[in-house]
């Protein structure tokens, strides 16, 4: 895939730890060992895999992935202690390639955190990254908010990190406050001013909280920088990371100004961004390039007339170069069962004998109230099934009563731990009413903290998908299901962030404390 004449640009996915740290984005131990399996497959250089020392649950998932993944190296991350870089080893070093990730916050608010002078601090990442070192040969150290860290500084803990053994120096603009040509100007400041620099290869690492994040990771690179740290759809705190779909295709398709080759797959890339969207609970929006659902659609009579004419008027890269089929029409009420697993299988959908029954009964009860059936209702369908296989609480009826004579009612029947438990409620609306029918049931404190409803395709008979969030003692938790009636898929999508409420439970360690990368030091 590299092409000869091309500077090698290492894509270095952290979905499974920057992304999944994002409030609500919690992905279960197997969704992640998926999650980097696909990433391992489409050619991604470096995973990510968790913070290690976090839980007891993220460790086990460090380690699953660096046990089973075949090529790409495997990184865990570290604060600057020997316990939390002793506790990533003990994940990682089971991996073909381990990487150890460390780091501290560097500028003058991070510094305050941990009550550091600038020598103790420069002291700290001396023993520590030579502590890591010690452990592994591939080490990546991080200034955390690099682009706020005074210049004199950070060329001193860049050099210190450098020869303490540090093999990758990552410059995080952690806040998303960095410009273009600054992001280019610090990378080649760096690599032209600090000693040592030239031995070891320098990543960029962007959020996206004015909405540079894409420029500023290919700014980087053109100052010098190496690696781009990124994660599929963007995901990640606030307004997320660096999209791996969005460099890895401006890469491609400008590659006459912007020189440089990974060695990503693209055409894996709409089968992994959906996957992330239905694991982490949070949908790709209609318009976000080069993954959202009008990426590649053109409606407009002048777009379609031009489309038809030649392409490329409008479309600068090809829907399969992305994976995208060319075809949206899919399935009727006819339709068998091979028909049903060819085209799942062609929507990144391998499913096994026993999952096909299940997933073709509620595919014939979808086209029966549906006339057409599209790829994104088969997506839909899918996510639903998935998200939903382990669930302890299960919607078993529902029967509500709305309109403008009130009041609204709803009668509920769930099936919890295989028990059948009924209630009925009344509420400001159909959707409250059947909610408060569940916390009838399922005694909770959580809050809802979003509720939002889209319709998966056009028509009054598409199917709407539901996502809510929840929060209970600062866990946050998503939610998500779809249906052709909104008041059930709205049930549906709140027992299901319950059913993950009580996962999140049950994840706390018992001796390691939940921590948060942002108590570095
Ligand atoms: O944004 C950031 O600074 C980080 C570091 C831990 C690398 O994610
Ligand atoms: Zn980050």
Known sequence: MTQPDKARIKIFDTTLRDGEQSPGATMTHDEKLEIASMLDEMGVDVIEAGFPIASEGDFAAVKAIAEQTERATICGLARANVRDIDRCWEAVRHARHPRIHTFIGTSPLHRAIPNLTTDEMADRIHDTVTHARDLCEDVQWSPMDATRTEWDYLARVVEIAIRAGATTINI????????????????????????????????????????????????????????????????????????????????????????FATGVDTRKIMAISRRVAAVSGFPVQFNKAIVGKNAFAHESGIHQDGMLKNPENFEIMRPEDVGLSATTLTMGKHSGRAALRSKLSDLGFEVADNQLADVFVRFKALADRKKEVYDDDLIALMQVEERTAEDRIKVGSLRVVCGTEGPQQASLTLSIDGQDASADATGDGPVDAAFNAVKALVDHGARLQLYQVSAVTEGTDAQATVTVRMEEAGRIVTGQSADTDTVVASVKAYVNALNRLMMRRGKVSGDLPEVSYKDAG
């Open 172 to 259: 995080p603009d952690t806040v998303g406050y960095t410009a273009p040509v600054e992001s280019a100007d610090l990378i080649r400041r760096l690599i032209a001013e600090v000693p040592g620099a030239g031995d070891v290869v320098f990543a960029t690492h962007c959020h996206n909280d004015l909405g540079m994040a894409t420029a500023n990771a290919l700014a980087a690179v053109e100052g010098g920088a190496r690696q781009i740290e990124c994660t599929i759809n963007g995901l990640g705190e606030r307004a997320g990371n660096t999209a791996l779909e969005e460099v890895v295709m401006a890469l491609k398709v400008r590659g006459d100004i912007l020189p």
